[in-house]
Nanobody, 127 residues
Framework: EVQMVESGGDSVQPGNSLRLSCAASGFTFDDYALSWVRQAPGKGLQWVSSIYAPTLKTYYADSVRGRFMISTDDAKTTVYLQMNNLKPEDTAVYYC????????????????????WGQGTQVTVSS
């Protein structure tokens, strides 16, 4: 059974950091693009960042570039999102996703655009 399980979400003050983790089981990232997608309260899904596991090429939304960093572990079963200098507008449920091949969905309307996705982890940034 394929699963992706996110963890690391929390409630923090602006300027703080968090690291989200997403552990995959039932498959490895050998030919997958992994992404983080978020959904703020009352808003639609927003693509945040992606990494193509075979080459480790990374992609970032303008709103997070320079503050967030996506990575994978050597075993290619866990994907991370290091989030620094968090802002209130980063408040959202964060989902990790996987899609086979070097496919980056910069526009996300549904998690079904991906092959696999997790249940989400809540990040709240507030003073």
């Amino acid at each position: 059974e394929v699963q992706m399980v996110e963890s690391g979400g929390d409630s923090v003050q602006p300027g703080n950091s968090l690291r989200l983790s997403c552990a995959a089981s039932g498959f490895t990232f050998d030919d997958y693009a992994l992404s983080w997608v978020r959904q703020a309260p009352g808003k639609g899904l927003q693509w945040v960042s992606s990494i193509y596991a075979p080459t480790l090429k990374t992609y970032y939304a303008d709103s997070v570039r320079g503050r967030f960093m996506i990575s994978t572990d050597d075993a290619k079963t866990t994907v991370y999102l290091q989030m620094n200098n968090l802002k209130p507008e980063d408040t959202a449920v964060y989902y990790c996703t996987a899609v086979r091949g070097n496919t980056i969905h910069f526009i996300v309307t549904s998690l079904t655009q991906y092959d696999y996705w997790g249940q989400g982890t809540q990040v709240t940034v507030s003073s």
